[in-house]
């Protein structure tokens, strides 16, 4: 969505949604309904079809609520709204830690309960219209979703297979997005010999071997294709001089690629049978994870709240303002999980509404009123394709938008209003840094190094006992729960740090987000190998093996076990490296 793709599809989503609401009677909540549809869609894409139906389908309900319910609770009781509203950003600032997939759910669940609640409704509406507005936006998304995916809902786990496999992408998206559709026995076979072929290479490169990317790329691009023809892969001979371990990972890497190529070629489309209840189990294993104090994300979680509270207790002051929804907008936009974000957010806004507030003075001192509106809304328009390439021009936009488009409507004279706007961007910069700065007593600013180095021993420790436990067929599910739930929060804890810490340098940041990668990946192969039964005893002498740094010969037959061990030897090979 770049150039004019964007405004292009805003106006067609936002003028189609307005077009429903018009036919279902939703009256003053039509506005309502169009914008809070443009909200959705940040969370409507990013995995396959069918795993995005899901998760739209679990969202939808969330989604009415917060738009509506506040704002319903607040023709009764404005504190009472104000504290329901609160909770539902502190859930929207916790869902990050169910995984990647979910930043842009919390995001898109935020946005669309603090503009249910701020925005100012043209006339009255009843309640069921309130609640139809987000109701019909949810419903818009899923259809857009589908008719997008319609043609190729397996794209995007093929997309993150070939990734992987040209070693662009993550071994734990790429399991996520496998798991997420309907898993296939050839994307299987792709996933675990993809993991395979990256451990030799891994080891390979170590040693100073060369390793030609040529026929990957070639390979790789046979994944990513919706249909295959059939060509066979050469397989050299491998290089002469090698020590006879060497030489195993050179064969194995080959034999790897072989195998990708057959299962790419052959395509078997049957499914492949998951456990029962996996899926949940680890949501349920990132989540319990994080509802301790001593997680970074739940402490985030606490001061995004608590600062929204701060700003609707402002906006409580100024009933009826229009201005009260830039506010409530950008004091949630600017509070970011890292300290540092959240003053690059506040530079970006203020310097942003400075700009765009020169362009505006320009614009009223030498056009007539009523050119105030259709400025504001190609401004608008002009100005959505560079919301995160260039932010603030984007906030310069939003002030011709904001305060020309107000201005217009109520026919208000333009220039306190553009000096109200600004005064209320610095006050929501001030709220957002003061809660985004604002650090946990008694809570300790481990460094990324010492953050690092907790994860990946929670995860071995956690790994460790495992392997025990299914060696024994004794698991003591209360000191496993335990391992799981710090293994969880060691991992969130690596991307998200307390404020005031030390900043990690560019190679620390790069190391921190592969080694979470890796851990995330083996915890969730953790959760599949600890479900109820002893059907994986068999990984527990191959796992000890694997953490003692030794390799394994163990070649199991089942799909399943040979996706989970290929799943541990690659992301343990990768956690030294």
Partial sequence: MKGLALPVIIIVVAGGVAGLGALAGLGGATVLAALTALFCLLAAFG????ADLRLLAGFAPALVFGAGVPRLLGEVSEW???????????????????????????????????FGYGFQLTGSASPAQVLGAPALAVAVAIVLRLLAGLRDPGKPVRDALADLLEGTGSAEHAARQWFGDRPRRWTAQVLAQTLRYRAARGVLEERGVPVDSDEVSRLASRVRAR???????????????????TREWFT?????????????????????????GLHRRVLDAELRGALSWKSAQLRHAVRVALGMFAALAVARLRPGDPLTLSFLMATFAIMQPEWRDSLNKAGQRIAGS??????????????????????????MLAGFPFMTSKPVLFNGCVVLMSVGVNAANRHLDPAPVLVEYLLL????????????????PGVRK?????????????TRALLGRLADALRSGDADLRELGRLFRQ??????????????????????????????????????????????????????????????????????????QRLLLSSLSTNLAALPR
Avoid at 47 to 50: D, E, F, I, N, S
Avoid at 81 to 98: C, E, M
Avoid at 103 to 109: D, E, Q
């Fill in 487 to 560: 293994s969880a929060r060691s991992q969130q804890d690596l991307l998200t740090a307390e404020p005031g810490s030390a900043e990690p340098t560019a190679p620390q940041r790069d190391s921190l987000e592969h080694t979470a990668d890796a851990l995330r990946a083996l915890h969730t192969t953790a959760v599949a190998i600890a479900l109820p039964g002893q059907r994986h005893a068999a990984l527990a002498d191959p796992l000890s093996a694997l953490l003692a740094g030794e390799p394994t010969r163990f070649s199991p037959e089942d799909d399943e």
């Fill in 252 to 276: 194995s890497m080959w034999d790897a690629l072989s195998a990708v190529h057959h299962a790419a070629t052959t395509r078997d489309e049957s499914t492949v049978e998951v456990p029962r």
């Fill in 47 to 50: 995995g396959p079809l069918r």
């Fill in 446 to 458: 481990p460094s990324p190094e010492e953050r690092l180095a907790t994860a990946v021993a929670d």
């Fill in 354 to 379: 400075v700009g765009g507030a020169v362009v505006l003075a320009l614009v009223i001192w030498l056009l007539p009123p009523s050119a105030l509106l259709p400025v504001g809304l190609v401004a």
């Fill in 425 to 440: 961007i610095l006050l929501a910069a001030m709220i957002g840094l003061l809660f985004g700065f604002a650090a946990v």
């Fill in 80 to 114: 009472a709204a104000i504290g329901l509203l609160t909770v539902v950003v502190f859930a929207a600032g916790l869902l990050p830690v169910l995984g990647r997939r979910y930043v842009t759910v919390g995001l898109g669940l935020g946005m669309s309960s603090v």
């Fill in 227 to 245: 249909s295959t023809s059939d060509s066979p892969i050469p397989v050299p001979e491998p290089p002469q001089g090698l020590p006879g371990a």
